[in-house]
């Protein structure tokens, strides 16, 4: 048994002073049974606990570490520009520079704002679309999580999943009221919907492959059906690449698909691991926002230099050639590693992967949406979670969340997870 005692004491000492001892409900572990443990440092593809317990990383803090933890150009990045400052609360040249950069990924966004977090993205991207169009109603999709925000917090994935609750106590019912919700991948139900509704709908917003429900890749024709349909009835779709966005493809699921989008949500990768966020699309769309237009949207944080350089310093790796396609491969080989050791085990795992990112239900048929992902065996998927942070990997710690790789995963790695695998597939099939 390893040695956690001191993420023993912090979590006790949390509790007193944080809701639930965390900063975010998902860490707290409570889907997956057990304590969380506190993280002193992240090296490569390795979290190492603050009693010094060292595990390969599959998490990368839920994304945004592509290139591994504390790469060295983005740390470097990093501290040049600390030592220029902080904050400025003003322009700055990194603005211009990662604006650049994030366009030559995404051609659609021909223009785009910088924000601090997805959620805020998501939020301001709904808020325009609603300006634009005059309309007052969102479509989304049941087991899209696209952040924390009012009007979305129905029927969303990922924690509020995780924590078995459908919304949230705080909402009014009158705020979601004008947010509509048919099953992912269910393309006759939006065109019903539209036919009722759609000269009143201003946004689809929707995950192109979804992840807040696990990786869920969308059905042949469901994204281009989704770009019919808004095109014929003047309504604006929305792709929330906040998690996709160079994990699916280095042009996110945009890229991937060829389906483009009016607007765009982007987060995690294009921070480097540091809080940022961006939304951006069309440039006629884009101009409503102030001050070149009416539609208000600020943040003191926009725009900060320190993740401007980060994300700037993440972006010039991944131009590299052979940079991403090598995580790709990575992932490819724990795609199989997992779906290998769960088949040696007789235990009934499916396992979807996307590009860089990859989720092993547990369960023996495809899960294609929401319904199908919470007939998932949530329990057995726990013990496989303890099972594998005792060997010395630290998988997500949710069924309903994607696992995600690194260019830092290397073979030493990938041997410790295919042995852990191996044994946890086991004591979850022995239970």
């Known amino acids: 048994m390893r040695v956690v005692s001191r ?159 459908p919304d949230s106590p705080g909402v009014p019912a009158g705020t979601v009221a004008e947010t509509l919700v048919v099953p992912f991948n269910d393309l006759p139900a939006v065109e019903r919907l539209f036919a009722l509704r759609g000269q009143d709908i201003a946004a689809v917003i929707v995950e192109p492959v979804a992840g807040n429900m696990g990786v869920v890749p969308p059905a042949d024709g469901f994204l281009a059906g989704l770009r019919r349909v808004t095109h014929t009835h003047g309504t604006l779709l929305i792709f929330d690449e906040v998690m996709t966005g160079f994990r699916v493809h280095p042009g996110g699921a945009q890229g991937l698909t060829g389906v483009m989008p009016d607007l765009t949500t982007l987060g995690k990768v294009i921070g480097g691991g540091l809080p940022v966020g961006a939304y951006g699309g069309r440039r006629d769309i884009m101009g409503m926002v102030a001050p070149a237009g009416p539609v208000y949207q600020a943040g003191t944080l926009s725009g900060n230099p320190l993740a401007m350089a980060a994300g700037l310093a993440t972006l010039r790796v991944l131009e590299r050639p052979g940079v991403w396609d090598g995580i790709a491969a990575r992932a490819a080989e724990v795609e199989v590693m997992v779906a290998g050791a769960a088949a040696a085990a007789g235990v009934p795992v499916r396992v979807q992967r996307v590009g860089t990112m990859l989720t092993a239900f547990f369960t023996d048929r495809p899960v294609t949406n929401w319904t199908d992902a919470s007939r998932c065996d949530t329990e057995a ?6 099972a594998l942070l005792e060997d010395g990997v630290y998988w997500v710690p949710s069924q309903f969340e994607a696992a995600f790789l690194s260019a830092a995963h290397d073979d030493a790695a990938l041997a410790t997870a295919g042995t852990a695998l191996t044994r946890a597939f086991q004591r979850a099939h022995d239970a």
């Not at 993280?39 to 595990?55: F, H, K, Q, S, T």
């Not at 609360?89 to 520079?97: C, D, F, I, Q, R």
């Not at 169009?133 to 969303?156: M, N, P, Q, S």
Request: aromatic share 10%.
């Open 7 to 165: 993420s023993r004491t912090l979590f006790a000492d949390a509790q007193r002073l944080l809701p639930g001892g965390v900063d975010s409900p998902v860490r707290a572990f409570r889907a997956v049974g057990g304590d969380p443990l506190f993280i002193a440092r992240g090296e490569g593809p390795y979290l190492i606990d603050v009693d010094d317990n060292r595990y390969v990383d599959f998490m990368m803090s839920w994304g945004p570490l592509i290139l591994g933890h504390a790469y060295p150009d983005v740390i470097r990045a990093i501290g040049e520009a600390a030592s220029r400052g902080t904050s400025f609360g003003a322009p700055s040249p990194l603005e211009v520079e990662l604006a650049r950069l994030v366009q030559q990924f995404f051609p659609a966004l021909e223009m785009m704002r910088f924000v601090s977090s997805g959620t805020e993205a998501t939020m301001s991207a709904l808020r325009l679309a609603r300006a634009f169009t005059g309309r007052t109603l969102i479509l989304k999709f049941e087991g899209c999580y696209h952040g924390h925000a009012d009007l979305l917090l129905v029927k969303a994935g990922s924690g509020v999943a995780t924590l078995g609750l």
């Open 381 to 386: 998927f726990g013990r496989f979670f303890r």
